[in-house]
């Protein structure tokens, strides 16, 4: 008998107990069938240990419902069949996922509407996960922002009305993490003033929902608020108090990003050595990880190329910006196309890295591929920041006639998106 490895790494990524998720599932098919469900602690324990291995129809739906993950994606399998398994009843995999995901519960059972459960839990994840991918794609904005407090103030209301003690606290995790989503969307938008307030909210409501997680999340935004404002010690604390949380003493990927978070704060507080030491705890965790691991939906954009990105900051701010240029190019190279605002901010830091190295004509070429890059779409605070800084470097030591051309044209393309 095996362990089901798959489906521990899930619940214990997501923070369940047994007998929490047991509950839970109880009040997913409970508003599925009408009936609540009977399972236990114990149930669950044998799912973890392999002596289960296939539960039945509507137990699986409702796993499928709480986690976003298919059944066989969880580890479980029909292992007592020899034979093709016969095919689910599509009306009732329609009517649960109706149900589960808040269409409408009258489609199953007639009534009054459940109380606030997985369905609400589900619709707040999918909201919060196109507001990332919104970010992502455009970078902050004040739109944005207001999006992610609508989210947050809507958790928050819910969880006073949560059906089990666990969904309070995923509810409030998720208020959570939309008021960190609104405190990141206005650093990056340059709004520094409305982001620490945001930040002590969010920190707050992930003490309630008892989310180590969510903590890391806020103190890995507070160490780029403090960057952000110039305030070094204040990154380096912030970056190594993110370094100290739970999450990050478990896993290498998060101890990963804040070793790498901290070493940008010492660059910038001209410790080279030690940043750079900070930079190979960072590459030895993130190669302790395991890709094939499900992780938060929130640090995804964390891998090889964020953190060839951060290696590229700290070499051209210490002093090599060879190195930076050749991370820039490493980072670039196998960033995801979803990526797109990560995508240009990386450019410019190649820009800055190249102007370094006194090659001001490939600088220039690299600094208006970032227009490009982002066209349709106006351009984040924090990289108008980065541009503005390349610019004046660039008048500084550029020849006059290349300075003067490649301003004119920031100009106008910097009205223009």
Known sequence: MERNVAFIAWMDGEGWTAP?????LNTAIGQSTGKPGTLSDVTVRKWRSGETTWPRIAVRLALEAISGRTAPDLGFADRRRKTRTPPEDPMLRRSFLNTTIGASASFVMAGPAPSVGTSDV??????LDSLRSLDDHRGGHDTLEQAALAGAQEAARLQAKAATSRTRERLFSLAAAFTAAASWSSIDAGRLDGASRHLDRALTL????????MVMQVWNLRAMLARQREDYAEAVASAQAALATAIARRSPLHASLAHARVGVGLAHAREARAALNCLGRAEEALARTDPAQPCASWIAFYGPAELHSLTAIVRDIVGDPGE???ASHRALAVLPDAYRRNRAYTTARLALAQLHQGDAEQACVSGGQVFGIMAGTPLPGRMRRLLGDFQRELLARGPAALASQWTDRHRSEWSSV
């Open 20 to 24: 929490d998720l047991a509950a839970e």
């Open 122 to 127: 589900l619709r707040l994840r999918a909201q």
């Open 324 to 326: 930076a240029e050749a």
């Open 206 to 213: 992930a003490g309630l929902a008892q989310d180590p997680e």
